[in-house]
């Protein structure tokens, strides 16, 4: 049988606040096929970041099935999330969350670091990731001496260093402006087309659309959108 990529069996997460539960996610299914360029598409207040957070392993849904590559996140414990937020999920996030007082080649080691792997392969992947994604010239430079659109280049090699199953993006041209967002959408459709498996979160239809596939997300529930590009 073939393996089962990326599933969510009717998903749902509720949050305790006062004296009553809310209800942020209802009933989420949804298949993602390797290779795919899969965009979620929504308003504020939708659940992006509650989604964005159960499909890294950075937060447990209240109920339902999330199946990744096989294995059942809702059975595994902290180590395990550790190592699958580590070994499996590439994370961009919308204010880049670099560290100021280290250099773009060091932002983007720090990950590799802490998956134990040795130095003279961190220098390497790091120099490589950050040529791919078209900072060959950058490589010494702090945080605070780059555009946004460079910052989010770094931020896309790190998440690229430890050669993840999914890059997962939460709002990625949300702090840029258009041309610059746009530019980060060329690269992303590069890297999708050699084959990176793409899970974009945005409330901007421009930028959904960049995706291969749209779903929409509203009051926590998601329907299949409009198929995009080509
Ligand atoms: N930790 C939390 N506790 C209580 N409510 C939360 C929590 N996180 C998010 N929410 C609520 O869940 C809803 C969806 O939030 P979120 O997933 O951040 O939406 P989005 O990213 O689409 O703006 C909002 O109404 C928000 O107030
Ligand atoms: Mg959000």
Do not use: W
């Amino acid at each position: 049988m073939s393996e089962t990529y990326f599933a969510m069996r009717d998903i749902c997460k509720s949050y305790h606040v006062g004296d009553e539960d809310q209800m942020v996610l209802r009933h989420v299914n949804l298949s993602i096929e390797e290779g795919e360029f899969l965009s979620i598409l929504g308003p504020s207040g939708s659940g992006k970041s509650t989604m964005m957070n159960i499909i890294g392993c950075l937060d447990v849904p209240t109920s339902g099935e999330y199946i990744l590559r096989d294995r059942n996140v809702g059975e595994l414990d902290q180590h395990q999330l550790a190592q699958i937020r580590c070994h499996e999920i590439g994370f961009i996030f919308q204010q880049f969350q670099l560290l100021p007082r280290l250099d773009a080649m060091r932002n983007v080691e720090l990950p590799l670091i802490y998956a134990g792997v040795s130095r003279g392969e961190r220098r390497q992947r790091a120099e490589e990731t950050l040529c791919r994604v078209g900072l060959k010239d950058r490589l010494h430079h702090y945080p605070n001496q780059l555009s946004g659109g460079q910052q989010q280049r770094v931020a896309i090699a790190r998440a690229l260093a430890s050669d993840p199953t999914i890059l997962l993006a939460d709002e990625p041209t949300g702090a840029l402006d258009q041309t610059t967002g746009h530019q980060v959408m060329d690269l992303f459709q590069e890297l999708n087309g050699e084959g990176r498996t793409i899970i974009m979160i945005t409330h901007d239809l421009n930028i959904a659309k960049r995706g291969r596939r749209i779903v929409n997300i509203l009051d926590g529930e998601l329907s299949e959108g409009v198929s995009a590009y080509d």
